[in-house]
């Protein structure tokens, strides 16, 4: 089975950076995405490491360790509509199931 | 820019009918899939599709559910007989290529609401 976890909320201030840390077990490994969901909306999706290291999208960047089952998405110069929930999810070895965890809420503050 | 799209919006229905929910995939994309979120909890994985068949599965997935591609563009999920903690925002989801995350599109789902 899988087990993913991440904090419940996180707050911080408009223009300041926000860590969302992500810690993972699974049977099997083929992938970490993270993705951003606004209140009664779909998942849209943010970006994916299948290999260690990070990789950065503009404001967003994700980190991704194998050997500690650990990742993080970094959100820099905070914006109001960056309020959202952020979801990890993984891909296990054997199928190509995703398996999210149960959301990090992020409120930005002004 | 395309866009994965869901029909209807909301539903309520008594406890033991049948639903059948509607999703219009992207065209040129391949893979469909359904997933549900119970309100407040996590996004849950139910059924993947490929090919005119499932490819795989959730434990939720049970003989309940079922799915179809009735015609070249409307990918359905039909629930036979629904529960109470069937009521769920159901979200359908295409992508080109399973190999490539960043192809997959949630559509704006459906709130089910059983009764």
């Known amino acids: 089975g899988q087990n993913i976890d991440q904090p419940t909320e996180m707050t911080a201030t408009e223009g300041a950076i926000v860590q969302i840390n992500c810690t993972y077990q699974t049977s099997g490994f083929n992938g970490l995405f993270w993705y951003q969901q606004h209140a009664g909306e779909a998942p849209t999706f943010l970006s994916y490491?299948?290999?260690?290291g990070l990789e950065e999208k503009g404001r967003f960047s994700s980190f991704l360790s194998r050997s500690k089952g650990y990742s993080y998405l970094l959100l820099k110069e905070l914006q109001m509509k960056d309020s959202a929930s952020y979801l990890c999810?993984?891909?296990?070895?054997?199928?190509?199931?995703?398996?999210f965890g149960a959301g990090t809420t992020v409120t930005v503050r002004a | 820019e395309p866009e994965v799209t869901q029909t209807p919006s909301h539903q309520v229905t008594q406890m033991g009918q049948e639903v059948i929910l509607r999703c219009v995939p992207i065209s040129n994309h391949l893979y469909f899939y359904w997933y549900r979120q119970i309100l407040g909890q996590k996004v849950e994985f139910l059924v993947s599709f490929y090919n005119n068949e499932i490819s795989e599965k959730s434990e939720i997935f049970d003989d309940q559910f079922s799915v179809e591609r009735p015609d070249g563009s409307n990918f359905t999920l039909k629930i036979r007989s629904t529960k109470l903690e069937d009521s769920a925002m159901y979200f359908c989801?295409?992508?080109?290529?399973?190999?490539?995350?960043?192809?997959?599109?949630f559509g704006p789902g459906t709130r089910l609401l059983v009764l």
């Open positions: 999810a993984v891909r296990g070895g054997d199928d190509y199931k995703l398996s």
């Open positions: 490491n299948v290999l260690d």
């Open positions: 989801a295409s992508a080109i290529d399973r190999f490539r995350p960043e192809t997959q599109y």
